[in-house]
Structures are given as structure tokens and as C-alpha cells.
């Protein structure tokens, strides 16, 4: 049975979005950079009693990654979704960061995005369904965050070239911003902030968003079955 993969499935929100699609009964694939986090995010999904299968690769190896969501699909078969939520977040400067760490932030934050998609798109692309899903933020660029402004406008007009390559086929490419530092119990909940995800991927092609933004405000909240805020 297709899943979802999570990419950057650490602590926060890549976490708390495994767990949300593995409420459904999802099969879930995570990969992580390192295997203490990922085995600790498949400790956490495992509990919704649905398949998991850890995997480890830095996002910016693209060797790695691709090995990593081809191992995922042997095991459930090609996504339903895929989520990229990894991400380098520091506070840098203009000037501050060498070029090397500029390129190196810009990797993960948008080639590893693009590497994904590129390995998955086509074959979702060729089903006719699929959802591809990034996590996005800075709406407004800051210049204390000098690389993450760049990688996050990065990331919003990557998903803009994803859904012309692959949306006509019916792949549903979209973008979580979230505009906040995470945190639970706060108006940044990653548990809050996963029903997003959900909500992109499982809404009619008629009504597919390309961005989400979670503000921290209370519009920011997504209807249940019931129609209730939750």
C-alpha cells in the first residue's frame, strides 16, 4: 500500500507530520540525517500502529537521498506524498556566511527539494496522482536570516516550477509557509501545524492550494470532519 515519506523527520514539525499521516493508516517512510533521529521519529509514528521504515541520508548528498526514497518505495510501493521539511535554520547577516556556507545551506534547503521531486515527480506524474509537499517560511524576507530568506524564496518558486512540470498530470505540489519560530503548546504547534499538510494532500484537484501560510493566528486553523477548528 503507497504512503508517505517524510524528509527531515526530526523533532518539530517533520515529526509531528509522519505521525499525522500515519493516523490515517499510512505506511510512512522517514529519512533523517542521522539514525538517533530518525529511529526516535519511527518510535513516535509507530505508535498509530501503521508500517514505518527508517531511513538515514543527508539531503544534500543526492546519492544518498535518492537511495533512500528508492529503498521507501521497495517497501510500500511509490508515494502517495512526499514532504521535504528539511532545512538549515541559522541566523546569518549579509556578509556573515562564507560562500561555502552559503552553498551548503542553499543545498538543503532547495536542491534537496528539487533532487526529491525530481526522483519521485515523474513517476507520480505517469500515475496521474501524488502530492509533493515542502515546508516553506520567511513570507517576508528578514536580514537577520539572511540564508534562509534566500532558501525560502527558493522554495516558493520551486514549487511554482514543480506544479508547471508535474500539476497537469495530477500532482499536487504545494507549500506549507510557516511564519514563526515552532514551538508546542504554542500558536506554532507542530501538531497543528501538520493538519496543513493533510488538508493539502487530501483536498479535490478542484480545489488544490499552492500555499498554505500558518501566521500563528487563529484563521490559521483547519476545519475537522466535524467542521470544527481544530
Same mark, same amino acid.
Given at each position: 500500500?503507497?504512503?508517505? +515519506? /517524510?524528509?527531515?523527520?526530526?523533532?518539530?514539525?517533520?515529526? %509531528?507530520? *509522519?505521525?499525522?499521516?500515519a493516523r490515517e493508516g499510512l505506511p510512512t517512510g522517514l529519512i533523517a540525517r542521522t539514525a538517533a533521529t530518525v529511529a526516535d521519529a519511527a518510535e513516535a509514528v509507530s505508535a498509530f500502529g *501503521?508500517?514505518?521504515?527508517?531511513?538515514?541520508?543527508? /539531503?544534500a548528498d543526492e546519492t544518498a537521498l535518492r537511495a533512500a526514497l528508492d529503498a521507501a518505495t521497495d517497501e510500500f510501493g511509490l508515494p502517495d506524498v512526499v514532504v521535504y521539511n528539511a532545512a538549515i535554520v541559522q541566523p546569518d &547577516?549579509?556578509? =556573515?556566511?562564507? =560562500?561555502?556556507?552559503?552553498?551548503?545551506?542553499w543545498a538543503v534547503n532547495v536542491v534537496g527539494a528539487l533532487t526529491a521531486a525530481a526522483h519521485v515527480g515523474p513517476q507520480m506524474a505517469r500515475r496521474g496522482s501524488g502530492s509533493f509537499i515542502i515546508?516553506?517560511?520567511?513570507? @517576508?524576507p528578514k536580514r537577520q536570516y539572511v540564508s534562509l530568506s534566500l532558501g525560502k524564496a527558493g522554495v516558493r518558486t520551486l514549487v511554482a516550477l514543480l506544479d508547471q @512540470?508535474?500539476?497537469? %498530470?495530477? /500532482?499536487?505540489?504545494? %507549500?506549507? &509557509?510557516?511564519?514563526?519560530? +515552532?514551538a508546542p503548546g504554542t500558536a506554532f504547534d507542530p501538531d497543528d501545524i501538520a493538519e496543513h499538510y493533510w488538508r493539502l494532500h487530501s483536498q479535490?484537484?478542484?480545489?488544490? =492550494? =499552492?500555499?498554505?501560510?500558518? %501566521?500563528g493566528l487563529a484563521e490559521d486553523a483547519v476545519p475537522d470532519a466535524d467542521g470544527d477548528q481544530g
Open positions: 500500500m503507497p504512503g508517505a +515519506v /517524510v524528509i527531515g523527520a526530526g523533532p518539530g514539525i517533520g515529526r %509531528s507530520v *509522519a505521525r499525522r499521516f *501503521a508500517p514505518v521504515i527508517a531511513l538515514t541520508a543527508d /539531503v &547577516t549579509p556578509g =556573515q556566511l562564507s =560562500q561555502r556556507a552559503h552553498m551548503d545551506a515546508t516553506g517560511g520567511m513570507p @517576508e @512540470e508535474y500539476g497537469t %498530470s495530477g /500532482v499536487h505540489v504545494a %507549500s506549507v &509557509t510557516v511564519d514563526g519560530p +515552532v479535490p484537484r478542484d480545489a488544490w =492550494q =499552492q500555499e498554505v501560510l500558518h %501566521s
